[in-house]
Every structure is written in structure tokens, then in C-alpha cells.
């Protein structure tokens, strides 16, 4: 099976240049995987000041690339690097859209013409291909900010020699963010009337910027197995699940990978002493440094230290904690928090670590470096998220031998296998109601068992032994490349 196939990856972030959350982990990540398994694969994303600030070695390729929108023509310059000197990434450059301080949107919201900024990034990409000569025989979409382009292949486009054989993939990283505008927005597309459809983009007399992606696109994927059965559900689809389910034909999954170059404890610059799963000792004193940056007692590293990375949102089962923060503080553990998100969560939590000053250290930012140093220093990691497509940090978790605590959701349910005392089999805990009892009940068992030194041994060995790393994903999403190619 010839998997040389020439793929425009199309994604609003990307690592390292651009991210908010685990899809510019992806970004960065799978099309590298795919080029060494013999793609052509070309990354584009905006050019948002974010990028420009880096200063990187860009050259620009196009001086003025002819963008059709509703207006008339709006021209484009397009800047071009290599990632890790393998993959071309172009960047789309208009500043009146993507010279901003943020990505999506500052603190009063998402940014009003959010509509406009991701038509005009959709209809870009399709130029940048002609323009460049690059007929992709996939064009690989993800998320809401990428939607429109199977509509416009199918549609706009369809009479056009250059894409007769180009297909679309469309994965969905997160169904809760949907691209959902008013109608207004529909002129502005270019589209075709017929495309405003209960099949197509049309939701609730409003446009959805993701349906058209599950509408139009040749292949839908998720990041993990489970969670593309939970969107097809009233409980998890975001409303879409109506649409899902009519597509489960063409509905597949892939679990995301993990770039364990840059998280494996073997080689992390970031923590104190490096450790492998032979030899774990130096776990000890990640655990110190940690305690010494949150200021917390070193008396701590006796007690059983709990952590979490996250986002500080609803989806992240954030309540969970804050309700049962009391109780969990009575087992006698330690508890440090990064995270970024909510201002009522940002304040509770600084509560919290005023209430137990000896014991919780909390930290409200985003800081890549803590965030390595956590995934080291804890010996249990929580994860009691609402949903999760695939969730990345319970996964290197497993890799630093910090145990997970999660729901079975998502990702979550397909990477941890709750642990079973009798045949010692098992990388983390898992529970599976949306509830307090639930959780602290499973906290409690993981305790227990943390008590018992040998039988906590066996467990991180367990988890050190698992491998999510990119090859198996990248050759599962090649096959999905041949199923989007052998459609009609
Ligand atoms: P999501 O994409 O829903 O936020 P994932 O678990 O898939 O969740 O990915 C989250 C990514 O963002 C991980 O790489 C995690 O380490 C990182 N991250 C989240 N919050 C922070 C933070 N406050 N500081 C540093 N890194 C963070």
C-alpha cells in the first residue's frame, strides 16, 4: 500500500509556534510522523502575533496572494519555515485579522469577527495550493476554524481541474467548540445557497462552522475511540450528534500520540534529576524541587502528593475538586494546582492555598516549565474530567510513573486501566459517575494502596511500560487517507 500522499495539514494552532491547548501539541507533532512515513506534508496556520514576536528565520514565498471575499479581493502574504528542517509550514499573514494579542479572543470574549477570520483562512489555504502548484490529494482539517473547506472543495471548488482528486479529513479535537454564527455571517462564506441546509451548514437558522466540516468532509475522525461513540450521544454531542450519527459510516477514531522527546523523564531538561523505569529514585527529588517552588514543607515529601495541569474549565471536572477539596485535605496528602482559566476557579483555589498554607500550592498561569516539573514531582495526578476527546496529560503522566486518577471518559477511558490489586494489572484508578462519592472513593482506594510500597512500585511499573508514542497514529490516520482516496 503506497502511502506517499501529498497532505495540506490545516490547523488554527500549532506547536511551537502558536497553542492554547493539546491541538498545537498534534500539530506540531503528527505531520513530522507522517513525512517519515514517506508523505509529502505541508503544515498552514495563521500568522498571528504570537508568531511574528518569535522572530523565527521566515522567508516570505508570496508578496500578494488573491483572496475572493465578499468584499472583492483581499490579498494575503504567505511566509514559509521548516519545521525541525523536515516539514514546510506556511504561515497566512493579514494583520487586520491575526496581528492580535490573542488567538481567539481577549478578556471580553472571542473576538467579534471571528467569522470573517476563519472564512478568510479557509478560502487562503485553497489559493496557497493553487498558487504553489501543490495539488493535495488530502487536505487534513481540524477543528470548527478549518470547517468551511470541505464545503467550499465540494461546492465552490468542485468544478475546479485542480482539486478533481483532492479529499478532505476532518478531525474533531473538542465537539464544544463549533464555530456558530448568525445567519448574517452565510453571505460571507461565498457558499451556495443550497449548502444552508439542515444537511449542511445550517444549525438552529444559525451557520456552524463544524457541521460543515462533518458535512462535507469525506472522512470524520476523533482522538480517541471512546469519545467518537459518547458524541454521537444527546449527553456529549453539543447537538450535533443528530449529524454524527447520519456519518457513523465515516466517523473514525485515532488516539492522539505523545512526543516523548520532550516528555520522558529519562531526558527532561526541565526536572531536577532525570529517572527511568529501571531506576526511579530520582522521582524523590523532583518531588523536593517541586515542594521548594511552591514553597510547600520539605516535611511534605513523606505524604502522598497530588497535582493537576489544566485548563481551569467546567470540562476539566474542576468542580469535582472544588467541592471535595476539604475531604481530600483530611487524608492527610499534598496538593499543588497549575492551571489557567475561569476567574471564580482562579479564586477559589487561591482561597484554598490561604486555608492550607503547609500543604496546597497553587499556581494560576501558564508555565510549561512547572508543568514538567508537576508531571515529575507528583505521585498522583488528577484528571476527573466532565468529557475528554482524548486528553494528553494522563498520558505523560503514565510515562513519569505519576498515577492517574480519572473518569472513564473519552481518552481517559481508553488510556487508564483501573488498577486490579489481585492480578497486579492496571496503570492508574478510574471511576465512572460524575460525582463526588464516586471520586473521593477512588481517591481514597488510590491512597490506600500508595501506602503500600510495593504494590505502588508495581503500578508505576506498569504505567512507565506504556507506549502512546506518534508511529501507531500516524499509520492509523494513513489509513484513513486511503479510506478519504477510495471514496467516490
Ligand atoms: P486540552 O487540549 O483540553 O487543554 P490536553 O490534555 O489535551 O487538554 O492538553 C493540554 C496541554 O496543555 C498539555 O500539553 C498540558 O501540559 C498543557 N497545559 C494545560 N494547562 C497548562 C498550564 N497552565 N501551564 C502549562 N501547560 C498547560
Redesign the pocket.
Given at each position: 500500500m503506497g502511502i506517499d500522499f501529498k497532505i495540506m495539514f490545516v490547523s488554527s494552532e500549532v506547536a511551537p509556534f502558536a497553542k492554547t491547548?493539546?491541538?498545537a501539541?498534534v500539530s506540531g507533532s503528527l505531520p513530522k510522523h507522517l513525512k517519515n512515513l514517506g508523505c509529502d506534508v505541508r503544515i498552514v496556520l495563521p500568522f498571528y502575533r504570537m508568531v511574528q514576536d518569535q522572530r523565527l528565520q521566515h522567508e516570505t514565498i508570496i508578496e500578494d496572494l488573491d483572496v475572493p471575499s465578499k468584499g472583492g479581493i483581499l490579498k494575503a502574504k504567505i511566509k514559509q519555515l521548516s519545521l525541525e528542517g523536515c516539514v514546510p509550514v506556511y504561515f497566512i499573514s493579514y494583520n487586520d485579522f491575526y496581528d492580535r494579542g490573542n488567538l481567539y479572543g481577549d478578556l471580553n470574549g472571542d473576538y467579534p469577527d471571528n467569522a470573517e477570520r476563519f472564512i478568510f483562512f479557509c478560502r487562503s489555504i485553497l489559493e496557497l495550493c493553487k498558487q504553489l502548484d501543490f495539488q493535495p490529494d488530502i487536505i487534513h482539517c481540524n477543528e470548527w476554524q478549518t470547517g468551511l473547506i470541505p464545503a467550499y472543495i465540494k461546492t465552490l471548488y468542485r468544478k475546479d481541474q485542480f482539486f478533481t482528486n483532492t479529499k478532505t479529513v476532518f478531525t474533531i479535537h473538542?465537539i464544544a467548540y463549533q464555530g456558530i454564527f448568525e445567519k448574517e455571517i452565510f453571505e460571507k462564506t461565498g457558499l451556495p445557497e443550497e449548502v444552508f441546509c439542515y444537511t449542511g451548514i445550517e444549525y438552529y437558522g444559525k451557520v456552524n462552522f463544524m457541521k460543515a466540516g462533518i458535512a462535507y468532509s469525506e472522512i470524520i475522525n476523533t482522538v480517541s475511540q471512546k469519545y467518537s461513540k459518547e458524541i454521537q450521544t444527546e449527553e456529549y454531542g453539543c447537538g450535533l450528534q443528530h449529524i454524527l450519527k447520519d456519518r457513523s459510516d465515516s466517523l473514525f477514531s485515532v488516539l492522539n500520540g505523545v512526543n516523548y522527546h520532550e516528555w520522558n523523564p529519562e531526558t527532561d531538561v526541565f526536572i531536577a534529576t532525570n529517572y527511568n523505569k529501571d531506576n526511579v529514585s530520582g522521582k524523590i527529588e523532583c518531588k523536593k524541587d517541586l515542594l521548594r517552588n511552591f514553597a510547600l514543607p520539605l516535611s511534605l515529601t513523606e505524604r502522598p502528593l497530588l497535582g493537576i495541569?489544566?485548563?481551569l474549565v467546567e470540562?476539566k471536572g474542576i468542580d469535582l475538586i472544588v467541592e471535595t477539596i476539604d475531604r481530600l485535605m483530611a487524608f492527610n496528602i499534598g496538593f499543588v494546582l497549575?492551571?489557567?482559566g475561569e476567574e471564580r476557579y482562579h479564586r477559589l483555589f487561591q482561597n484554598f492555598a490561604r486555608r492550607y498554607p503547609e500543604r496546597v500550592g497553587i499556581r494560576i498561569?501558564?508555565?510549561?516549565v512547572?508543568?514538567h516539573k508537576i508531571e515529575a514531582g507528583v505521585d498522583i495526578f488528577l484528571m476527573p474530567s466532565r468529557y475528554e476527546p482524548?486528553?494528553?496529560?494522563q498520558i505523560?503522566s503514565l510515562r513519569y510513573g505519576t498515577i492517574p486518577i480519572v473518569r472513564a471518559t473519552g481518552g481517559l477511558d481508553d488510556t487508564i486501566r483501573d488498577y486490579d490489586q489481585e492480578n497486579e494489572i492496571g496503570n492508574g484508578f478510574k471511576f465512572k459517575e460524575y460525582k463526588t462519592g464516586a471520586f473521593l472513593d477512588k481517591t481514597r482506594r488510590a491512597l490506600n494502596v500508595f501506602e503500600n510500597e510495593e504494590e505502588w512500585r508495581q503500578i508505576m511499573r506498569n504505567a512507565m511500560a506504556e507506549d502512546f508514542s506518534w508511529e501507531i497514529s500516524a499509520r492509523k490516520y494513513i489509513e484513513l487517507y486511503h479510506k478519504a482516496t477510495s471514496c467516490p
Open positions: 491547548g493539546g491541538l501539541d473538542n495541569i489544566s485548563r470540562q497549575l492551571g489557567l498561569a501558564y508555565d510549561n512547572l508543568a482524548c486528553g494528553l496529560n505523560y
